[in-house]
């Protein structure tokens, strides 16, 4: 009896060991469901939540508007892991969600950077419709990565397109997309689309421009024969202004109020101004000029050239004439930029003693 008794006790025992084993056994498919966590916190830049509006100039494309998603792993990913993106295509659950989402979901090129860098070799599948979520379509984007990650890494998928919804209601403007790793973790968002998300920003810059002189007066003193007399001070002219194509300085002058010169109104003589090189002995008369700044120098921004025939150097001269004849030009907006002026004239033995004047005047105007 005893002997019984003990075989009795061990299959007993045995029984009870396995039974215990066998219910570890079936629990762990369970304890491995337990792993599965929440993507967090989980992201989606899109280039445009613009959708289905026509608000004007300012709405830009709502068609292949890209999507960069971004999340920690929550578990480790081994090497060739999945990552299934749902973008939601449809709606049937009504409560103001609408019934058309985004459309035209694919990627055509993907990278995935992990902590900032990219895993090379990403492979796509496109183009899988899904319900894995009551209520909702989704269109799914595949990618499998082909390198290990690290728990607690962060994941950013760039290169997934959708065209954004062209319709909407009035009561909302979300609308869900889902990612799921092949670890059984997942993460469930929304997004918005909004009737038109630019807004136009406007401004006005001021037109303006500044034109100075030096001096308003200017002398050859005591003209003298047989040399080319050079009156003093220059002029010195100062333009600044932001028109986007510069500026233009023009020239004219008085004379006998018929042609250009210096006059003696008492003699009713003209000492003529024509573009030469001036020789002392033969009457003459005109200016020629220089810039006499350049560009980043002292606060200087912007050049001008002096136009022919008043860009001579030494006895070289352009003619002042009654109406108005380009001096110096300038293509793009500047500050501070100065153009020296000097003033030459040249007597004959027969020249009429007596006071020559000139009136010499001066005109900028900005390109706008």
Known sequence: MKIMKRMALRITNIFLILSLSLYAFSALPFLANTDAASLTPLTDVMSNSGGYGTGGPQTVSTANVSHSFSYTTPTAYTTSSTIDIYIQTASSIGGGEAATAFSSVAATTSTVTVNGTAATAVTLTNGVSDSNFAGYTFTEVAITVPVAISSGATVTINGITATNPSTASSSTNQYVIDI?????????????????????????????????????????????????????????????????????????????????????????????????????????????????????????????????????????????????????????????????????????????????????TYVATGKF
Do not use: C, K
């Open 180 to 360: 799921q790793d092949s670890n059984g973790n997942d993460g469930y968002m929304a997004v918005p689309i909004v009737t038109n998300a630019s807004v136009a920003v406007t401004g006005r810059v001021t037109p303006s421009i500044n034109f100075s002189l030096s001096s308003n007066t200017t002398s050859f003193g005591v003209m003298q024969l047989g040399v080319v007399n050079t009156s003093s001070p220059a002029t010195t002219l100062t333009v600044s202004t932001n028109a986007q194509s510069g500026a233009v300085v023009y020239v004219y002058d008085h004379g006998n109020g018929t042609s250009g010169g210096l006059y003696n109104s008492i003699a009713n003589h003209l000492i003529p101004s024509s573009s030469t090189t001036l020789a002392g002995g033969t009457e003459g008369y005109g200016i020629n000029a220089a810039t006499t700044s350049t560009s980043g120098t002292g606060g200087v921004i912007g050049t001008m050239s002096v136009s022919s025939p008043y860009n001579g150097t030494g006895d070289a001269v352009g003619a002042l004439a009654l109406s108005s004849t380009t001096l110096a030009t300038g293509t793009a907006p500047m500050y501070g930029v100065t153009i020296q002026v000097n003033y030459l004239a040249a007597i004959s033995v027969t020249t009429p003693a007596g006071i020559y004047n000139d009136d010499v």
